[in-house]
């Protein structure tokens, strides 16, 4: 037989889509399948048999055609197709705010009041005292003034659309000053310069890359200036002969000339790190009690709730940016007023935050407790008494990550994991792809799992995906 003859032989073979959903109807598996999937699946299958075949690409062997392997691949095409595609995964990587990993975990107390909310109806934009129409943002701002000293608030999307819409408002069409020092990017696509363009504000830099003195400011000021703008250094650092003006002084500037002031602290965080051991941030109320008319930081970094951008300050800028249309276009939905809520209301404690908060909890936690994890992972792992798999404990550092802080760095212990015969490379992709995925990293040829952002009941996955990659070899 020529090729062509094969082809046609094997095409011939092909069984009709009929025929396969007959079968497919049998199946102990898939009979419960709803049969809207099941003609999908089953025509996805058979079609691409039909185009391996003609392409030709793997010499379709014929056993390829019979019914037990396309039931299988029908199994495969219903689970994939009915699985998520966003799944939850195991961070093994001691990155604390990981943008990658989805940054904050929310705490036990936001997710209960998500569930509550998602499945209801609300009070969202109902003023239940009046009986008529409310306004979205008030389940909130009373709080974040509460907590941050500030006179409004406001919450939308996420900081990027908070600082564009502070920009839109307060500086279309005029200069806004900023340091050159602080002209950043963060993470992918934000660039401070950029969004200053779209938003119609006019980039007037001013001073050096290290070094800004109050006069650069000072001289730069012009009939059409709108705005000094300070932007927090989130994931750099100059080292050295550098000069900074600080925020209270630029405040004292915008007094002197009738000029707002904004800060983009970019995190934000409403605790001061440094009673932890951890080092100085500035928080959201120390810029609040410097005067400054309006300041933005995220809800998923180091404030530990779902992505937002949330604004506060003074009541006439906030008023501006609350009348700004654009702001509709960024307005938060009731889940993440919902879970912002209860995460804002723990802050009300200190204490209760640290210890209930995911992100403030890894980040605070004590080096004993991580020891303690290593400690029970090595166990398990030990227990699978596999002499090819050894490990070795690792002093290493945990960042707080989300394109944020780079010297919130704190100590660490790490489990490295290497297998006789399985290069680290291979074990980092098997763990990649198991279900739920574990994320760790590679140094030295060894796989790195830090325990700091491990939580106590993924020991048992991860001794699992060892046990099954051992079995594999
Ligand atoms: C992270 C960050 C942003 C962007 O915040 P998102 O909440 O991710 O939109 C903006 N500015 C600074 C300084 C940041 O660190």
């Given at each position: 037989m020529t090729e062509k003859e094969i082809k046609q032989s094997l095409l011939r073979q092909l069984p009709a889509v009929d025929q396969v959903l007959e079968a497919a109807k049998q199946d102990p598996f898939l009979k419960d399948t709803s049969r809207a999937i099941l003609v999908r699946c089953v025509r996805s299958v058979v079609e691409k048999l039909r185009t391996d075949i003609i392409a030709d690409k793997k010499k379709i062997p014929a056993s390829r055609l019979s019914h037990s392997s396309l039931?299988?691949?029908?199994?495969?095409?219903?689970?994939?197709?009915?699985?998520?595609?966003?799944?939850?995964?195991?961070?093994?990587?001691?990155?604390?705010?990981?943008?990658?990993?989805?940054?904050?975990?929310?705490?036990t107390e936001a997710i209960d009041h998500m569930i509550a909310i998602a499945g209801r109806y609300s009070n969202l934009e109902y003023d239940l005292a009046l009986g008529?129409?409310?306004s979205r943002y008030a389940c909130v701002e009373d709080m974040i003034c509460e907590l941050c000293g500030s006179q409004a608030a406001l919450v939308v999307n996420n900081n990027a659309g908070a600082v564009f819409?502070?920009?839109?408002?307060?500086?279309?069409?005029?200069?806004?000053?900023?340091?050159?020092?602080?002209?950043?990017?963060?993470?992918?696509?934000?660039?401070?310069?950029?969004?200053?363009?779209?938003?119609?504000?006019?980039l007037k830099e001013v001073g050096t890359t290290n070094r800004t003195h109050l006069?650069?400011?000072?001289?730069?000021?012009?009939?059409?200036?709108?705005l000094l703008l300070k932007v927090h250094k989130s994931n750099y650092a100059i080292e050295g002969f550098t000069a900074e003006v600080s925020l209270r002084m630029l405040v004292e500037l915008g007094e002197k000339y009738t000029l707002p002031v904004m800060e983009d602290l970019g995190s934000g965080t409403l605790i001061d790190f440094s009673k932890y051991g951890l080092l100085k941030e500035p928080t959201v109320q120390e810029s609040v009690s410097s005067g400054a008319d309006i300041v933005t930081f995220s809800g998923d970094k180091l404030?530990?709730?779902?992505?937002?951008?949330?604004?506060?300050?003074?009541?006439?800028?906030?008023?501006?940016?609350?009348?700004?249309?654009?702001?509709?276009a960024l307005r938060v939905d009731k889940l993440t007023f919902a879970a912002l809520e209860s995460t804002l209301s723990l802050y009300r404690?200190?204490?209760?935050?640290?210890?209930?908060?995911?992100?403030?909890?890894?980040?605070?936690?004590?080096?004993?407790?991580?020891?303690?994890?290593?400690?029970?992972?090595?166990?398990l792992l030990a227990g699978l008494k596999e002499p090819k798999l050894s490990?070795?404990?690792?002093?290493?550092?945990?960042?707080?990550?989300?394109?944020?802080?780079?010297?919130?760095?704190?100590?660490?212990?790490?489990?490295?994991?290497?297998?006789?015969?399985?290069?680290?490379?291979?074990?980092?992709?098997?763990?990649?792809?198991?279900?739920?995925?574990?994320?760790?990293?590679?140094?030295?040829?060894?796989f790195i799992m830090d325990l700091r952002t491990i939580l106590e009941d993924e020991l048992s996955i991860i001794k699992t995906a060892f046990a099954n990659l051992l079995n594999k070899a």
């Open positions: 039931l299988e691949n029908i199994k495969t095409a219903v689970t994939d197709l009915l699985s998520p595609n966003l799944i939850r995964t195991v961070n093994a990587t001691g990155i604390i705010v990981h943008t990658n990993l989805g940054r904050s975990m929310l705490c008529k129409r409310g819409l502070g920009l839109e408002t307060i500086a279309k069409n005029k200069k806004v000053i900023i340091s050159r020092g602080e002209l950043v990017e963060i993470g992918g696509s934000f660039r401070i310069p950029d969004v200053m363009a779209k938003s119609g504000a006019i006069s650069d400011y000072e001289s730069a000021i012009e009939a059409d200036t709108g404030l530990g709730g779902p992505q937002a951008g949330i604004i506060v300050g003074k009541k006439d800028p906030l008023e501006q940016i609350k009348k700004n249309p654009l702001t509709r404690d200190e204490k209760i935050a640290i210890a209930s908060i995911p992100t403030l909890r890894m980040l605070t936690l004590p080096l004993e407790m991580i020891e303690n994890k290593a400690k029970q992972l090595a166990e490990y070795t404990f690792l002093q290493l550092t945990s960042r707080a990550g989300g394109g944020a802080l780079p010297y919130l760095t704190v100590p660490t212990v790490c489990l490295g994991i290497k297998i006789h015969k399985i290069s680290a490379n291979s074990i980092e992709k098997f763990m990649r792809g198991n279900s739920p995925p574990i994320i760790g990293r590679l140094e030295n040829d060894l």
